[in-house]
């Protein structure tokens, strides 16, 4: 089992993606996953760093994948969908209207939006080209289990979410804009404010949900680091990591260790890299999600 690097969710300066790839192309990360997949009004902003990201990943031995936008609904969306299709990479389809844009048989990876519930829409997905799927994070770990084994036997490598805040929703109306009095066509981009997403309480004050842009996250930090012997001995190929704000590369040299049989990984290591925040592991375990992890 190795490592999968999500595309970065948040809304960063150029300058701060540029100086995560160089720095995460020096971390034990198998494949990264790069590009815009919340919201395509960003995109202008930072899209120049793409090529330059790519070449330094792929110059450091990572496999590198493009990822679509997980909700594509305006023609220049469409039209940003199929030059993906041209560059020359695997897309990493977020939503299933990529599919259109791709070259018969072209290999493409599946990102964990995608709904991957049973064997039947993992075959379906192989017989389309699909070579990776990283399924939702909401599935227990008996449907885990069952979807390697078929992954193994269609030639597709399974994924896990193992590391990050878990993408819940994806809308066509922005509420982070609206937090602010600001309609989605005129944001002024105030997601930007929140490198890690804004997050929002019960009516009780109950810790609840993190907003970014368009996106629904959850607020906890959702982690597999208590299931990863179970992992394993599912036959997963993967664990996902998905960015945040922070040392992100030092959390992903934790998992690196922990994967390849040396130091533990602990709650309190993961506590340590990313203070202040809580952590849970619930779905695995067929609970809520928001289920806080136990200590490790």
Request: proline share 7%; aromatic share 8%; net charge neutral.
């Amino acid at each position: 089992m190795d490592l999968t690097i999500g595309a970065i969710p948040f809304f960063w300066p150029a300058e701060t993606v540029r100086a995560f790839y160089t720095t995460l192309a020096r971390t034990p990360a198998t494949r990264v996953s790069v590009g815009e997949w919340v919201c395509s009004k960003r995109l202008p902003f930072w899209q120049h760093e793409i090529p330059a990201a790519v070449d330094c990943l792929q110059e450091a031995g990572k496999e590198v994948a493009l990822a679509s936008l997980a909700l594509i609904t305006l023609p220049r969306e469409r039209r940003q969908t199929a030059e993906l299709a041209e560059a020359g990479l695997p897309v990493e389809v977020n939503d299933l209207s990529v599919l259109r844009h791709l070259p018969q048989g072209a290999a493409f990876w599946v990102g964990p939006v995608v709904n991957v519930y049973n064997e039947g829409t993992l075959d379906w997905l192989a017989r389309w080209g699909a070579t990776r799927i990283c399924l939702p994070p909401e599935l227990p770990l008996p449907s885990v289990a069952r979807l390697a084994a078929a992954g193994r036997s269609a030639g597709v490598a399974v994924e896990v979410w193992g590391h990050g805040r878990v993408p819940l929703a994806i809308s066509g109306r922005c509420y982070h804009a609206r937090l602010h009095d600001r309609a989605k066509d005129s944001c002024q981009f105030v997601c930007g404010d929140d490198p890690d997403g804004r997050d929002i309480d019960t009516l009780d004050g109950q810790p609840f949900l993190t907003v970014n842009g368009v996106q629904t996250l959850g607020r906890a930090i959702t982690t597999a680091a208590s299931h990863l012997e179970a992992l394993q001995a599912a036959g997963v190929a993967a664990l996902r990591l998905s960015p945040h704000a922070g040392d992100f590369a030092g959390v992903v040299h934790l998992w690196a260790s922990a994967l390849a049989g040396g130091r533990p990984l602990s709650l309190g290591d993961l506590a340590r890299l990313m203070p202040g925040q809580s952590f849970c592991n619930g779905f695995l375990s067929a609970a809520p999600g928001a289920r806080p992890a136990a200590t490790l």
